[in-house]
């Protein structure tokens, strides 16, 4: 029964610093953005460069560049939490050779899945880096 109030106390201080922490994140993204407002306002309506927003062509790279972002992004997450969590359990062990081993095992396969993430990650922004200059012909935007 304690057990149970415990995590469940433990999952919801979790989940209000994760949320205090995405509110903090959202304040100090929008102060810099307040800084820096005259480029933004100068560099409205194109992108890149120079290509109208409402251009097919343009949106379609960087919408899939955007979801895979996000998508990766929250894979990373969801390993961090993993590695949060073998480690509470490795902590809270008491000497439980079976529940250590579980937490090491956790650990380990959480450090490697955030390895591979970050390598899909790093794949993916220089496919996409790679691609941003070459327009929907094929050929080379701003090259000789």
């Given at each position: 029964?304690?057990?149970t109030?415990?995590?469940?106390?433990?999952?919801?201080?979790?989940?209000?610093?994760?949320?205090?922490?995405?509110?903090?994140?959202?304040?100090?993204?929008?102060?810099?953005?307040?800084?820096?407002?005259?480029?933004?306002?100068?560099?409205?309506?194109?992108?890149?460069?120079?290509?109208?927003?409402?251009?097919?062509a343009?949106?379609?790279?960087?919408?899939?560049?955007?979801?895979?972002?996000?998508?990766?992004?929250?894979?990373?997450?969801?390993?961090?939490?993993?590695?949060?969590?073998?480690?509470?359990?490795?902590?809270?062990?008491?000497?439980?050779?079976?529940?250590?081993?579980?937490?090491?095992?956790?650990?380990?396969?959480?450090?490697?899945?955030?390895?591979?993430?970050?390598?899909?990650?790093?794949?993916?922004?220089?496919?996409?880096?790679?691609?941003?200059?070459?327009?929907?012909?094929?050929?080379?935007?701003?090259?000789?």
């Amino acid at each position: 029964m304690i057990k149970t109030y415990t995590k469940l106390i433990f999952s919801f201080l979790f989940i209000a610093a994760m949320a205090v922490s995405f509110v903090f994140t959202v304040q100090f993204s929008r102060a810099s953005a307040a800084d820096d407002l005259q480029t933004q306002l100068d560099s409205a309506g194109t992108t890149g460069w120079g290509t109208p927003v409402n251009d097919p062509a343009a949106d379609l790279p960087n919408l899939i560049k955007d979801v895979v972002s996000v998508f990766l992004s929250l894979l990373g997450i969801i390993f961090l939490v993993l590695i949060i969590y073998a480690g509470y359990n490795w902590m809270t062990a008491q000497g439980d050779d079976e529940k250590v081993t579980k937490a090491k095992n956790t650990l380990t396969r959480a450090i490697i899945g955030l390895i591979i993430i970050l390598a899909a990650y790093a794949i993916t922004y220089f496919v996409f880096q790679s691609l941003s200059g070459v327009n929907s012909t094929g050929t080379i935007v701003g090259g000789s």
